[in-house]
């Protein structure tokens, strides 16, 4: 039987079968949040962010993540913006974050402190740097001032907190001794010199310009200066009186505003300051645009337009580990929380720990590693305490598990620490695995037999759980236990990033290969059938460095991988990989994935964490069957110009409907729809009459969906 093909026009109609087709596309859910952020920087229309991992940047609504290096301190004035990712690394923009290039430091000491259309300053230690060509070259000055205590006068190191050019001299706010002030630094001068003297016990934190005059923040107060910093005038009315944390200024174009820890914002007007309404979040992080004052919260950044608070029409970017899912339940770990839904991600709750590295759910019960221990769960994370102590030496009491696994009802926590001195040399190992039965409230020593290096206990660099069997890999080998002493096996290869169970055969992700074993480690072979493997060199090694493995529900295997530009994904059958028919979003670097009940997860670089309906992703055997129920061949010839050919196998009789799909979702082609009767059937498709693109064929049949993957060119 040789059905024809009929097209359809590419247009969009809201009924159940269109529906159904979106659902097999990915959905990007609203988490979890990224951040919390630690510096905020305003540039000419964008607003930049860096949370502990990551560059955001916010423009025409919506957040982006550069490819740069991780940095901290940002620091912003019109279209340059500067970032250091430590002391005596800066990396400078001059397209308002779009781009970095690394620029020279003054000092492979120095740390970024202040940028304003002045100058910008850098300072180390006991030496001040300040650039007023935006870092092309640096004059360097020493932190030193004369102070006047009773009647004896001595020079002593400033402690500067921010510091700006005036004319051709050098204004700095900081304290000297435990006499806060601003000190001017002349041409030709040795010797910083104190215009504004805030007291004892005092410091001032943070200068800003506005409306042509100069604002000094301190604990102390307010005060302003009209002659360039020569003289200063209180100006805190309406401010906290007493000691107490500095405020922080914030001027943009028409208005100056101050934040105060404890009190919130404030807004000068003439000559006293004006509390602004309660905004919705504590403990913000703030910067001031030329036209709005920002302030962040977690991951949530809100501007103030003069009247009120509005959340930014985007949340932050995050880069989740996903930990478990169960359908619309799923948990993830991010920017060092735990994050749950229960919603298929259209809302996402903290749980408590914070600080978290390593972590595992095995519902109802959770364990995390944080700094202060680790935390246990027995009501699926919604209440932790503390765990047992792991019989660590005291030498490396402090350190946490690089991994959880969870195997024969217990928990089992790895350890792998390496100590270098100078160029790189090892001077010491530490690692080994440890047991918990009851949920994480103790643990005991189960590195049994694994050989130690030369330099003390093996690091555990990988832990695996896979059937009653657990595997590990340590600088001597790969071992296997089933809970007491550890057997030397064959490595895969030489790392292993993924260890999978397919019915009795594991599959391993090691290195730039797949391997598969059936004997539990004891031999090994290559698992590569089916997989569309590039022949250049450096295109195979882009599929290999993107590859990512998961378990599916029912014991298969899902890869993801780049191929030709294209992320593609395949399911293990019978030893030999099948192309999926998910398509994947463009522009998105995938950090892994996890599968429960219905719906698989993934979670990406800076664009959180995504799903897809798992029906979509492989077809369900019906039980007790002995075959797939419906099986698809790839379509030959693909890609393809013209006529294309696809076997279409059913183990009974049922109703089938095989159709085309774009990239966008949209049927373009029917190729059958009624019933079959079991057995083979050919499916043609006239591949000239589609414009050329990436498109997936679906058949789907009587509880039953399997779609392969079909590239059109001319």
Known sequence: MTPTVRSLPALLVFTLFVARVASAQWTQTSGPPGGPLHALAAADGALLGTSASRLFRFSGGAWTVPEVPLVGRLLASGADVFAARGRGWFLRSTDAGVTFDSVSAPSSRAQLLSLDAS?????????????????????????????????????????????????????????????????????????????????????????ARFGGRLFAASTAGVYVSDDGGATWTPLSAGLPTGSGPSVELYPTADALYAHHASAGFFRLDGTSWTLLPAPPFSFPLAVAASDRLYASDIAVVYAWDGAAWTALPAHLGSSPSMLE??????????????????????????????????????????????????????????????????????????????????????FWAAYSFRRFGKHGIPLETFGGVYRSGDGGAS??????????????????????????????LVPAGCFTSTGGSWTMVACPGPSVRALVLVGGRWLALAG??????????????????????????????????SARMASLPGGSAFLVAEVDGTVRSFIYRSHVWEESSLVFPGGITWMGFTAGGDVLYGGSLGRGAWRAPLAI?????????????????????????????????LAHAQGVKAAVYDALGRRVAVLHDGPLAAGTHRLTLDAARLAPGVYVVRAEGTNVAVGRRLVVVR
């Open 119 to 207: 100058a910008l300053v850098a300072n180390a230690f006991d030496s001040l740097f300040v650039s007023t060509d935006r870092g092309a070259t640096w004059s360097a000055h020493h932190e030193t001032a004369w102070v006047t205590v009773g009647s004896s006068t001595f020079e002593v190191n400033l402690d500067i907190r921010d510091a700006t050019a005036e004319g051709n001299a050098v204004l700095a706010a900081g304290a000297a001794y435990v006499f806060g002030g601003v000190f001017r630094l002349a041409p030709g001068d040795t010797t910083w010199v104190r215009l504004l003297h805030t007291g004892q016990n005092s410091r001032v934190d943070d200068l």
């Open 325 to 410: 899912a169960r359908g619309a339940t799923a948990t993830a770990r991010s920017e060092g929380r735990l994050w749950r839904t229960t919603d298929a991600g259209d809302t996402w709750a903290a749980m408590a720990p914070t600080g978290v590295g390593a972590s595992l759910f095995a519902p109802p019960l959770a364990v995390a590693s944080t700094p202060s221990g680790i935390r246990r769960s027995s009501d699926d994370g919604a209440t932790w305490v503390a765990g047992g102590t792991v019989p660590l030496p005291p030498a490396h009491t402090a350190l946490r598990p690089t991994t959880f696994v969870a195997q024969s009802g217990a």
């Open 443 to 472: 643990w005991t020593d189960a590195t049994a037999n694994l050989p130690p290096t030369t330099l003390g206990p093996a690091p555990v660099d990988a832990l695996f759980a896979a059937g009653d069997r657990l595997f590990a």
């Open 512 to 545: 730039d290969d797949l391997r598969a074993s059936d004997d539990q480690g004891i031999t090994w072979e290559l698992a590569t059938a089916g997989l569309p493997l590039p022949t250049d060199p450096t295109a195979l090694a882009r599929f290999w460095s």
């Open 617 to 649: 992703v492989t077809a369900i055997e019906p039980p007790g069957s002995d075959g797939p129920a419906l099986a698809l061949s790839l379509p030959a010839p693909s890609p393809a110009r013209g006529v294309v050919h696809l076997g279409l196998s």
